[in-house]
Nanobody
Framework: QVQVVESGGGLVQPGGSLRLSCQASGSIRTIYTMGWYRQAPGKQRELVTSITRGGNINYADSVKGRFTISRDNARNAVDLQMNSLKPEDTALYFC???????????????WGQGTQVTVSS
């Protein structure tokens, strides 16, 4: 199996910054796409950003120019730098890993438990 652990959430004032980190571990064979999703109260989970193994990046329109995703393939890790945060960025942020394991060659999505980001004055 694959374990996914997020860290770095917290409370920040509007206009502030936070950096989220995600670490995948376990019986990993290959990690393909890594991404960040978020879910605000009463809303559906939405894609924030994703990055492929080769470095192709996709951002939601709402975060373009403010958020930056980066990935370290050697460490099976992905970070999310969030700048110019707005109250509407408040949500539970989840890391998602698309991977195969040494026991399961089928690509499977693995999720972390989420880290809370609250933007408020």
């Amino acid at each position: 199996q694959v374990q996914v652990v997020e860290s770095g959430g917290g409370l920040v004032q509007p206009g502030g910054s936070l950096r989220l980190s995600c670490q995948a571990s376990g019986s990993i064979r290959t990690i393909y796409t890594m991404g960040w999703y978020r879910q605000a109260p009463g809303k559906q989970r939405e894609l924030v950003t994703s990055i492929t193994r080769g470095g192709n990046i996709n951002y939601a329109d709402s975060v373009k120019g403010r958020f930056t995703i980066s990935r370290d393939n050697a460490r099976n890790a992905v970070d999310l730098q969030m700048n110019s945060l707005k109250p509407e960025d408040t949500a539970l942020y989840f890391c998602n890993v698309d991977a195969t394991t040494v026991y399961n060659y089928a690509r499977t999505f693995y999720w972390g438990q989420g880290t809370q980001v609250t933007v408020s004055s």
